[in-house]
């Protein structure tokens, strides 16, 4: 794990925002900020290698810079880097990192985490081990979350304040890319550096679209 900026001081309660950030929009930080109410700290994470996906529109590097602007003066937010995707393995290296005290919650929209419930691990108890050594924090977007029974302590609903369903990164690029006002789903200190990564995504025909889902597709 490579930190790009750190908070101060040693969290007891660390929360996880790992993402493909293409771009980050206002709806990553209002999940990071709903998220402060339940821990010390907002790790947000770029993989290096994305599960799901290839690094098209924004480069890994680009990606970064522009996280560095959206989170510049937020000091309970740190931005690093990692060397896998699966949230396991994003876990791992968090623990390395700050210590086996700390307490892990990842966040995560309701479809991430009706996707990491109900997915198919080849083994049972495979999701309830994973829970033993963090949580989820799930933010009810187009949908309200139902935690699944059995997990009172490791699975929680968290409560966004405001209507964040219409704001994503597909939308904000998209929209950028067709002369719509797109980048106003990006945090106003990333906006520009938006604009003239993803403005010329019309001309070059659009990104290309991703892979297939695979059983990587949890961030």
């Not at 198919?120 to 033993?132: E, I, R």
Request: net charge positive; charged share 25%.
């Amino acid at each position: 794990m490579q930190f790009f900026q750190r908070a101060a001081g040693a969290p007891a309660r660390l929360g996880i925002l790992p993402g493909a950030f293409n771009p980050v929009t206002t709806a990553h930080l209002a999940l990071a900020r709903a998220g402060l109410r339940w821990v010390d700290e907002v790790l947000f994470v770029l993989p290096r290698e994305l599960p799901h996906k290839k690094f098209t529109g924004a480069t890994f590097a680009q990606r970064i810079e522009m996280l560095r602007l959206a989170l510049a003066g937020e000091p309970a937010f740190s931005l690093a880097s990692s060397e896998g995707g699966l949230f396991v393995e994003i876990a791992g290296e968090c623990r390395r990192e700050y210590g086996a005290g700390v307490r892990l919650w990842f966040l995560c929209g309701r479809d991430a985490a009706e996707r990491i419930a109900g997915w198919d691990y080849g083994q049972p108890g495979a999701f309830a081990g994973m829970l033993g050594g963090f949580g989820l924090l799930v933010a009810g977007r187009e949908g309200g979350y139902e935690p699944p029974a059995g997990f009172p302590e490791a699975v929680h609903p968290l409560e966004l304040p405001g209507e964040w369903d219409a704001v994503s990164a597909t939308r904000a690029r998209r929209g950028i890319a067709r002369g719509e006002p797109g980048e106003l789903m990006v945090p106003e200190a990333a906006r520009e550096m938006a604009l003239r990564i993803y403005r010329g995504e019309a001309s070059r025909g659009g990104a290309r679209p991703a892979r297939r889902a695979t059983m990587r597709s949890e961030t």
